[in-house]
């Protein structure tokens, strides 16, 4: 671990010049978010296996508003060097990362200088469906649209197969997730569209509004849990 930190250091300071030590003289330094992001690493490890340990990719580190300013002008380098100390420690760990590490950097209000928090979570890499539109228009314009992970997917009937195989048509790289997990599917009816979520024999299931089923029908806001990942359904026309 002081490896990780040490290369951590000496990266940093290859990349910022003095005026960065000098806006930390008397606040949090670079180094205690980087054990603290370490630590969360380490507390958040979900075992999924003898061999594998699941460990959250997105973090945000909430700074009080005096530190949140001073740290503005360097969030950008710092919050790469910090992704890349992440990904190092969790390589070296051997630990399972569902997609690429982010760091973002938040105002807290209830926080004095020199006091910081980090929160993290789980998001899986998300590859959408083949040929897909996402854009504003196609994510406005859809009868129904899956929200994963921040991103929204405009969808129509058939609907679609989620998994984590080649053979799914909306991919999500979380190791809870089968390789064909579930079909959300999509009938075109004369009051709208009306929306079913289908588990294709999954080892994990389907947590439909926080309830295991087999098959159910899906409304406007519904949350769908599928392994580690939870995505959340909209219906806009829907009453």
């Known amino acids: 671990m002081a490896g990780v930190l040490q290369r951590f250091e000496r990266r940093l300071e290859g990349a910022v010049t003095s005026a960065f030590a000098r806006a930390f003289r008397s606040a949090v330094q670079p180094v205690e978010i980087a054990a603290a992001l370490q630590r969360e690493v380490d507390n958040s490890a979900q075992i999924l ?10 973090f945000t580190v909430e700074l009080s508003v005096t530190d949140y300013e001073r740290l503005t002008p360097f969030g950008g380098t710092l919050a790469t060097e910090l992704a890349s100390m992440v990904t190092e420690h969790a390589h070296e760990q051997r630990y399972t990362l569902t997609g690429p590490v982010e760091i973002s950097f938040v ?32 994510v406005h314009k859809a009868a129904v649209t899956l929200e ?23 991919r999500i790289e979380d190791p809870g997730i089968s390789r064909r997990h579930a079909h959300l599917r999509i009938q075109d009816t004369l009051g709208g569209p009306q929306v079913t979520i289908v588990d294709l024999g999954s080892t994990n299931g389907v947590v439909l509004d926080g309830r295991r089923v087999d098959e159910g029908t899906v409304h406007d806001g519904s949350d769908i849990r599928l392994g580690n990942t939870t995505m959340t359904v909209r219906i806009p026309g829907q009453e």
């Open 148 to 170: 994963v992970n921040g991103l929204k997917h405009p969808l129509s009937a058939p609907g679609v197969v989620i998994g984590r195989g080649e053979d799914a048509q909306l």
């Open 49 to 58: 296996s003898r061999e594998r340990q699941l460990v959250p990719n997105d």
């Open 107 to 138: 105002k807290a209000g209830d926080l004095g200088t020199g006091r910081f928090r980090v929160r993290s979570r789980t998001n899986a890499a998300v590859t959408p469906v083949a040929g897909q539109r996402m854009t504003e228009t196609a």
